[in-house]
């Protein structure tokens, strides 16, 4: 047995590009501007230009991406947003935060993502948005939700936290909706070291909202227009993804091939089904997912022979203590289902062939058939 993999290797990232995350952090440091330095729009331009969306705005964090977007869109408590129970839980718990009420809608099975054909039947008069997740990496129907959120008028948050750099129908994920929401959470497929996270929008007034939101509701210094919070994204961690952004486009490929010869190789073992991809879109995967049987076992097999492994997600979250109570379709069956059976294996753009390999024979020994 050889040493053990890393789940996600940003050893390997960080050595290639050391020089240019000092060079870059060095500035910040140099220049002295820790809170909204020019790293921050030079960022923000950057990022709008690679999705298209008119407007980005850099946050806290995924989650205050989230936070930030329901309030620009002015939500009140009672209000509702059809979304996913098949999520991290900062998806739904954004929308309760703010008082407003979460609506479960199931998955489809293949692709995890939420059913845009079960939405229409979980709006009401109460509905005010919808919140897909493009899961994994892979844009939900964007189209289709649009669609629907348009004859009912109603808004749409993708919560592209694990799909920067993903494309839909030739358009970029976070550009697919009013409001896109990202994460660069270390791990995410564009990540910062720390914190970090980005709104993307078109709507001028919901950029210029989301960008007072941020600053505590400042409209101009000390002019206090509307309730907001301290979601700044830091200068440096704003350098540190310009620094990344260098090799972005080189990290996407990988991407792409590690998860087209991870489903080559696993396609014929026996016990692993693989997640669709649609035709019209690619998975960036932020996390390689594939569904197993017996995955307790097959975790516990790849542990033994140094093969991280994470299951993204346990449980739904409408199966989660905090969240039972809440309103949903009658039954999420796929959303359980697929809890119960998502293993993610490593996967990162920095993954060697040779581990890749490694991953996959170990899965094939731990499901071989007795
Ligand atoms: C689907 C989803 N939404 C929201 C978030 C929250 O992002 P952050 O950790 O940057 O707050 C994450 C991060 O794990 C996520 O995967």
Known sequence: MSGKLEFVDLKTQYAVLKDRVAERMQRVLDHGQYIMG????????????????????????????????????????????????????ATAEMIVLIGAVPVFVDIEPDTCNIDATKIEAAITTRTKAIMPVSLYGQPADMDAINAIAQRHGLAVIEDAAQSFGATYRARKSCNLSTL??????????????????????SDDALAQACREIRVHGQSARYTHTRVGVGGRMDTLQCAIVLAKLERFEWELEQ???????????????????????????????????VFVERRAQVQAALAAQGIPTAVHYPRPLHR???????????????????????????????????????????????????
């Open 38 to 89: 020019p790293e921050v729009k030079e960022l923000e331009e950057q990022l709008a230009a690679s999705t298209g969306a008119r407007h980005c705005i850099t946050v806290a964090s995924g989650t205050e991406a989230l936070l930030i977007s329901l309030m620009a869109l002015g939500l009140k408590p009672g209000d509702e947003v059809v979304t996913t129970p098949f999520t991290f839980a």
């Open 180 to 201: 896109g929401c990202t994460s660069f959470f270390p791990s995410k497929p564009l990540g910062c070291y720390g914190d970090g996270g980005a709104i993307f929008t």
């Open 320 to 370: 989660q203590p905090v969240y039972a109570h809440l309103r949903r379709e009658p039954e999420l069956t796929h959303s359980v289902a697929a809890a119960e059976a998502v293993l993610s294996l490593p996967m990162s753009p920095d993954l060697a062939r040779s581990d890749q390999d490694r991953v996959v024979a170990a899965l094939a020994q731990a499901l071989a058939p007795s």
């Open 255 to 289: 991407r792409h091939a590690l998860g087209a010869r991870y489903a080559e190789l696993l396609g014929d073992v026996h016990g692993v089904r693989l997640l669709a991809v649609r035709p019209d879109r690619d998975c960036v995967w932020a996390q390689y997912t």
